[in-house]
């Protein structure tokens, strides 16, 4: 029932472990996903940054006369080796660790085409730049300036994806992620923004009706992105290096870049003397984008940091759980053990004891108590128990040898050790009662010593129980199997012999008689003493006698040997009737 009951407590605390750290685990599992898609999101974001980045000396290059000012070639290599090593660390990142067979092959692939149309936007710049500044025509230099734009969104198919997967697999991400995707479209809009500047500034021309639109759209779209970042950057959890950085936005950005921007906007929506270059433009409004960059980067921060603190937290439950459960097991195991071996075997072995003890058995073993408990008193009352019913079982069988003692002593002689009259009076009478059933032959012989009075008289009363001691020796001897003999008292002897007739009864008399006379008197001085016997037999064949006609027709038989001259036998010849 124990085991029964264990194995029940054994499976339920394994099923509500087992579902605890399947559980932890899989937040542990999220959670680490989650940081890997963090990962390469951040990679991603800055893949589209060094795109959006390489615009800037793309378009100050495209503002130059031939040939291209060292500097700024310089800028351009640097900055398009830069966008290469970005675009490479995010292939290697998605590469590496595909989320699964298709979208791992479906990232690679967007990554790919973003790559070409990278090489081809590249391409397309360095055709424009090989040509005199004189002939490069707007239209050239917007559609250069597009092509790189264009690149962009190809990352999208990128970005987006992991962005909704690092989300999924730790929701509690979704406002950083959301924000960190904001920031970089702010920045990528910005960007846009101060690309439409370019055309104009590089020509020095008022900017055309399609430059104003797309110059007002992209203001539009970065006024709402702002919005949105406001909102999103209301919510309460927020780190301080995110509040920090969006001030600075809001400073730089939407401060000193937006002054300039609407510096330059006036005068190329008047005569288009702008008073500086493409290039001069760059240098002033670029650096004004990177704290929105930095934004993105202190939001990344905070979820890489919620991720790291769900997994560390997911980590330590799940350790908990185990180590928490497996002392639950050990303990449980121990009170099992401590209960089967303390309670239950001595339990069972003390109930096997009384049960024994019920059936008077005292050799059933008793445990060994291992404590002072309650179980060592249950263990010493038993054995309380067990020494009682000892002692009274010694004292019945101490009772039982007295009472057989007695019964012995009662019916036998003292001196001889042979039955006394009482007993074989009690024996003979069932002996011959049998015998009438089944017809047997029955003789009862009665022995008297011969002179008995004088060798008392003349030797002492001590040889005379010598004598008697040496008669009853051979009537012991001479018995057979099935005959009873007894002392009637004094020196008479009485034997009841079976399967026994008159002559039959006689020749053994005869012989009785003989081996007395021929035995020695043990313990007398004069080893040449002797006694004789005179003996007289009655058998039943004689008309079915009793006892006590059979013992008094012997008697007379016996007297009639002593009147006869004494050591000698006779058979009673005449029916008592
Ligand atoms: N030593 C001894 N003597 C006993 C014992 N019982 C009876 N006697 C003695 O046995 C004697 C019996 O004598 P009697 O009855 O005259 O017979 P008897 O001397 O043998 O003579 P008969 O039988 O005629 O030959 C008595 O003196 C008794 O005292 C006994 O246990 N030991």
């Known amino acids: 029932m124990l085991h029964l009951l264990g194995a029940l407590v054994l499976v339920a605390t394994m099923v509500l472990v087992g ?8 937040s542990v599992h999220k959670a680490s996903e989650s940081l890997r898609l963090l990962e390469q999101l951040r990679r991603g974001l800055v893949a589209v940054e060094m795109v959006s980045r390489e615009r800037g000396p793309t378009n100050g290059a495209l503002g130059d006369a031939l040939p291209m000012a060292q500097q700024r070639a310089q800028a351009l290599q640097e900055a ?6 970005a675009f490479e660390a995010l292939r290697q990142a998605v590469a590496a660790a595909p989320r699964s067979t298709a979208d791992g092959i479906h990232l690679v692939q967007s990554l790919q085409t973003a790559r070409s149309a990278l090489v081809q936007a590249r391409a397309d710049v360095d055709q424009v730049l090989a040509l005199p500044q004189a002939q490069r025509s707007a239209e050239a230099i917007r559609d250069a300036v597009q092509g790189m734009v264009a690149v962009v969104p190809l990352l999208s198919p990128v970005t987006n994806p992991l962005a909704s ?3 999924h697999a730790y929701p509690a991400l979704g406002d950083d992620v959301q924000g960190a995707r904001l920031a970089a479209a702010l920045r990528e809009y910005a960007g846009l923004l101060g690309s439409h500047f370019t055309a104009a500034l590089v020509k020095a021309q008022p900017f055309s009706a399609a430059e104003r639109r797309a110059i007002d759209e992209t203001r539009g779209r970065i006024a709402q992105l702002r919005t949105l970042v406001e909102l999103r950057l209301q919510l309460p959890d927020e780190a301080q290096a995110v509040s920090q950085a969006w001030s600075t936005v809001e400073a730089r950005y939407f401060g000193v870049a937006q002054a300039l921007l609407g510096q330059v906007l006036a005068q190329g929506d008047g005569e288009g003397h702008y008073g500086l270059s493409a290039a001069e433009f760059a240098a002033l409004y670029v650096p004004e984008m990177n704290p929105i960059l930095a934004l993105r980067d202190a939001l990344l921060a905070q979820a890489r940091d919620r991720a790291q603190q769900e997994h560390q937290r997911a980590l330590r439950v799940l350790v908990w759980a185990l180590a928490g459960s497996g002392a ?19 339990l069972a072995k003390t109930t096997r004891a009384l049960k024994a003890l019920a059936n008077n058995d005292l050799q059933a073993p008793l445990p060994v108590p291992l404590a002072d408990d309650e179980m060592s008193a249950v263990i010493g009352a038993v054995r309380a128990l067990q020494g009682q019913t000892r002692r009274r079982q010694d004292l019945e069988r101490e009772r039982d040898l007295l009472i057989e003692q007695l019964r012995e002593q009662s019916e036998t002689d003292y001196l001889t050790g042979l039955p006394n009259r009482r ?6 009478r069932t002996a011959l009662a049998q015998a009438t059933r089944y017809g047997v032959d029955m003789a009862v012989l009665v022995l008297d010593v011969d002179w008995f009075k004088q060798l008392n008289d003349s030797l002492g009363h001590a040889a005379g129980d010598k004598a008697l001691l040496a008669v009853a020796d051979v009537v012991r001897a001479e018995l057979r199997e099935g005959d009873l003999a007894a002392r009637f008292g004094g020196e008479e002897f009485v034997l009841l012999l ?7 009864g006689l020749q053994f008399a005869n012989r009785l008689r003989e081996k007395v006379a021929a035995a020695q008197v043990m313990g007398v001085a004069d080893p040449e003493v002797r006694v004789t016997v005179s003996l007289g037999i009655a058998d039943s064949a004689h008309g079915g006698w009793g006892l006590d006609a059979l013992l008094s027709a012997a008697d ?3 007297y009639q040997a002593k009147n006869a001259g004494r050591n000698r036998a006779v058979a009673a010849s005449v029916s008592p009737d």
């Open 19 to 26: 579902r605890l750290a399947t559980t932890e685990w899989q």
């Open 80 to 85: 398009r080796a830069r966008t290469d090593q």
């Open 165 to 167: 997967a690092a989300q």
């Open 328 to 346: 639950l097991l050990l303990v449980l195991g121990g009170a099992l053990y401590v209960i089967q071996h303390r309670v239950l075997q001595p």
């Open 423 to 428: 007993a074989f009076i009690t024996q003979a």
């Open 498 to 504: 079976s399967h026994c007739n008159r002559e039959q």
């Open 556 to 558: 007379a038989a016996m």
